[in-house]
């Protein structure tokens, strides 16, 4: 098992890697969102309700439960609220 935080292989001979993200940035910050777009609330713009599979929970764009951990690697973290 390689650690949380190996570097990614290069691509085999004849592919072309097309991104990559290493997740460098401060412990609690978010992700780049140049690159990454976040699913908020409990469906898709325009998509069934609870994400087509009655999924219950709603995503957050909250680094409390999406964040960087400081050594490359990104943190999530379910929260349970009184809903």
Do not use: K
């Not at 072309?16 to 290493?22: C, N």
């Not at 087509?52 to 690697?73: F, H, K, P, Q, R």
């Not at 990104?74 to 929260?79: A, D, E, G, S, V």
Request: charged share 10%; net charge negative.
């Amino acid at each position: 098992t390689l650690p949380a935080n190996a570097a990614a292989p290069p691509p085999p001979a004849g592919w072309t890697q097309v991104f990559l993200d290493d997740f460098n940035g401060a412990a609690g910050s978010g992700v780049n969102t140049a690159d990454w777009q976040y699913t908020t609330g409990t469906s898709y713009p325009g998509g069934p309700a609870g994400f087509g599979t009655g999924e219950i929970e709603t995503m957050t764009a909250s680094t409390s439960n999406v964040s960087l951990d400081g050594s490359g690697n990104l943190r999530i973290t379910p929260l349970r609220d009184a809903a």
